[in-house]
């Protein structure tokens, strides 16, 4: 049988299901993809597998209660959340925070985004089918930022740093030095990664073009952080709309140029680059002064409301508090990044190969803990 | 200053919200981005949030539409922006808010067969309890 008698014959469709238990869906995410043969027809998305009711929770907790919860919801990045939420709250009370806890989030939460980033690019090889090393290679990097956290904050995993007003603790004696030599080992292993995947032929083969997310479609599905940067959108809330003290210090905005799979990887390696850029620059600047919270642990803001959003690694996430006046908050809405970047997958993957699938949701790099909630 | 955190708020009268926002988005302020939706139960009534976002000329707003608990009927944006889609879902899972107009308009975090709205104040469960308070 030649090429031209096999050309109309159609492959029947059929259902396969993948996760809620897969090893390539970054947590508890369940894929119902309809498959022409090996073509992705359509893909429906089943979220909810780790659904807590955080929120319902947050209206049972004072204010400060609730900080460890936010540990919870992206558990690679739990500085950042923890930051997102005392930000929204000191908004609704106006409380205005030491000038020396401001830079100290501002290194805790750079360095809590290279290692998010870290375990993403890891993850994303690994999906790729670039077994264990630059995952290792990643974890190992990672575990320096995870043994300077657990110096400054006693927690390797979920932190709970961040008070209403200020930090919990001052950074301990010393710290700069190692957080110094941990700047001058990585970039040089930065260099590393490109050398062994971003120029590397398999690599590309498989990430560039895949997933094209363009621009429209990025802002139309309320896309942020790197995709949305990797779709070629200049857009990070910290140069936009500076929070803490970021307006001081020197960093770029990388964007990509297609917005596909290579494209969100580069930005990722980028950002490392510009948050160890912040890192040094915070240290520099690093004022003296007490960041720790004298006041009460019982918040009680006049009632209202607050939206307060900050930059993720995985991008923005916003926390939404209404207060009646009583300890406990009256709703809180979390606003999770990951919930809007993982809409938009079936419209990126129609028409790609089933393996591609992997590709496009390993670059996305969405996390179950904050689309559950 | 870029005014950016949405502290402009826009009360919209239930009927006139999908006018109001095709006008926010093909307007001169062009919010092309709808960040978040979600709604809080006030007993009384039920307000729905809405917060948007124009990459563009960099602006923001909240936009607010109050429901009254006896007719959670309003009008899907999910025509408008694409976002509204599972955010308008969550809303509906979790309040009970019937957005008319929407193309999937199922459960998304609670299982499909769950029963009862959770973040309205008068839901009850077996398994929740509510602890004394501080």
Redesign the interface.
Same mark, same amino acid.
């Given at each position: 049988m030649n090429m031209s008698e096999t050309k109309d014959i159609r492959t029947e469709e059929f259902l396969i299901n993948m996760g809620p238990q897969h090893p390539s869906t970054h947590g508890v995410l369940f894929l119902e993809v309809k498959l022409d043969g090996e073509i992705v027809v359509d893909c429906t998305t089943h979220?909810?597998y780790l659904?807590r009711?955080m /929120?319902?929770i947050a209206e049972?907790r004072?204010y400060t209660q609730f900080i460890p919860f936010t540990d919870r919801l992206d558990y690679v990045a739990s500085m950042n959340n923890n930051l997102g939420y005392v930000m929204a709250v000191e908004?609704l009370m106006n409380l205005e925070v030491p000038e020396r806890a401001k830079y100290i989030r501002v290194i805790v939460a750079e360095l809590n985004r290279i290692a998010s980033h870290l375990i993403a690019i890891g993850t994303f090889a690994q999906d790729l089918g670039a077994f264990a090393t630059p995952l290792f290679y990643c974890f190992r990097e990672r575990e320096k930022i995870i043994e300077i956290f657990d110096r400054i904050c006693g927690n390797r995993l979920t932190y709970n740093y961040m008070r209403i007003g200020g930090v919990q603790f001052d950074l301990p004696k010393g710290i700069d030095e190692t957080i110094k030599q941990f700047i001058a080992y990585m970039r040089p292993k930065l260099d590393d990664y490109d050398w062994l995947l971003t120029s590397n032929a398999i690599f590309l083969a498989r990430s560039k073009g895949i997933g094209v997310l363009s621009k429209s479609?990025a802002?139309? *599905? !309320?896309v942020s952080g790197p995709n949305l940067r990797g779709s070629g959108?200049k857009?990070d809330?910290r140069k936009? /709309?500076p929070y803490l003290v970021y307006d001081k210090f020197k960093f770029d905005v990388p964007v990509g140029e297609n917005g596909d799979a290579w494209d969100r990887y580069m930005v990722r390696v980028e950002e490392m680059r510009q948050s160890l850029k912040i890192v040094e620059q915070a240290l520099g600047a690093l004022p003296e002064g007490d960041p720790t919270v004298k006041a009460s642990r019982?918040h009680k803001p006049a009632p209202g /409301?607050a *939206?307060? &959003?900050t930059e993720n690694p995985r991008g /923005?996430l916003?926390f @939404?508090v209404?207060s009646d006046g !009583? !300890? *406990?908050p @009256?709703?809180l809405?979390i &606003?999770g990044p990951s919930? !809007?970047n993982l809409?938009v997958l079936p419209e990126l993957v129609r028409g790609l190969k089933v393996a591609d699938v992997i590709c496009v949701l390993g670059s996305l790099d969405v996390l179950m803990g904050e689309i559950? &909630? | 200053m870029k005014k950016m955190q949405p502290d402009e708020l826009l009360v919209v009268p239930k009927d006139s919200l999908l006018e109001t926002a095709r006008n926010l988005k093909n307007g001169p302020l062009s919010f092309d981005n709808l960040h978040c939706i979600t709604a809080i139960d006030r007993i009384d009534k039920i307000e729905l949030v809405y917060i948007l976002y124009s990459l563009l000329k960099h602006r923001a707003l909240t936009m607010k539409v109050y429901l009254s608990p006896d007719d959670l009927n309003i009008a899907s944006l999910a025509s408008i922006w694409r976002s509204a889609d599972w955010l308008e879902r969550e809303t509906y899972d979790m309040f009970g808010v019937n957005f008319s107009g929407h193309p999937d308009m199922r459960r998304i975090l609670n299982p499909y067969d769950w029963k009862g709205y959770p973040l309205r104040k008068d839901y009850t469960h077996p398994e929740f309890i509510l602890k004394p308070r501080l």
């Open positions: 979220i909810g659904h009711s /929120e319902k049972n004072t908004k479609l802002i139309d *599905y !309320s959108v857009w809330i936009d /709309e019982i /409301e *939206y307060m &959003r /923005e916003g @939404y209404v !009583s !300890s *406990y @009256y709703r809405k &606003r919930f !809007s809409a559950d &909630r | -």
